[in-house]
């Protein structure tokens, strides 16, 4: 079994998260799918085929160390039969022959997991330049908002203002009309009273004279 944090990229943390979820080896983790993945804290669908990957290049890589020591055990049996026969020389080279090709599969899993990781790096950085190219957008239609209802206000207290002072002003000049006619009508009395005075001066002196005569 390959230890989880063999796989390239997998830390103490999200150890343990994986190992919460029942992924506790790198087998586990390379027959898993994305979807499966995706469940675990902290790993999204991107993350998840990168982990698959590296999973596989760990486990191919494991065997290249392991195999060796399972070949050498059979040696030590014939070592006790027949000592000259302790080290074959024909499974060494052997050993040596089927390394290269489980590196190579390493290498190209490897290749697979880096190009994957790569993948995934510039999709986050498109997400989060889209995130902030949406949340500046957002900020600048709340400031634009904001001012025209700071706008809306300026002009309804502006067109309250004057309406107040057009209200006034029509006030004063009803005002001023009001103490006009009152004053043409005061005027007009006095002149009519002043009229009938003199009238009645004038008829007073034409008695007098009817009188002397």
Do not use: C, H
Request: glycine residues 4%; charged residues 45%.
């Amino acid at each position: 079994m390959t230890a989880v944090t063999d796989v390239k990229g997998v830390g103490e943390a999200l150890e343990k998260a994986l190992a919460a979820n029942g992924f506790k080896t790198a087998e586990a983790i390379a027959k898993a799918s994305p979807a499966d993945l995706v469940k675990v804290p902290r790993v999204g669908e991107s993350r998840a085929a990168v982990l698959i990957e590296a999973a596989k290049a760990a486990i191919a890589a494991t065997p290249t160390a392991g195999k060796p020591g399972a070949r050498k055990a059979p040696a030590r049996k014939p070592a006790a039969r027949k000592p000259a026969a302790a080290k074959p020389a024909a499974r060494k080279p052997a050993t040596r022959k089927a390394a290269p090709r489980k590196t190579v599969a390493a290498v190209a899993a490897e290749k697979r997991a880096e190009e994957a990781a790569r993948k995934a790096a510039e999709e986050q950085a498109a997400a989060e330049k889209a995130e902030a190219a949406a949340k500046k957008k957002a900020k600048a239609k709340a400031k634009a908002e904001k001012a025209a209802k700071k706008r809306k206000e300026m002009e309804a207290a502006f067109s309250k203002a004057k309406d107040k002072v057009k209200a006034k002003s029509k006030k004063d000049k009803k005002s001023k009309k009001d103490e006009k006619k009152k004053d043409a009508k005061k005027g007009k009395k006095d002149a009519e009273k002043g009229k009938k005075k003199s009238d009645k001066k004038k008829d007073s002196k034409k008695d007098k004279k009817k009188a002397k005569k």
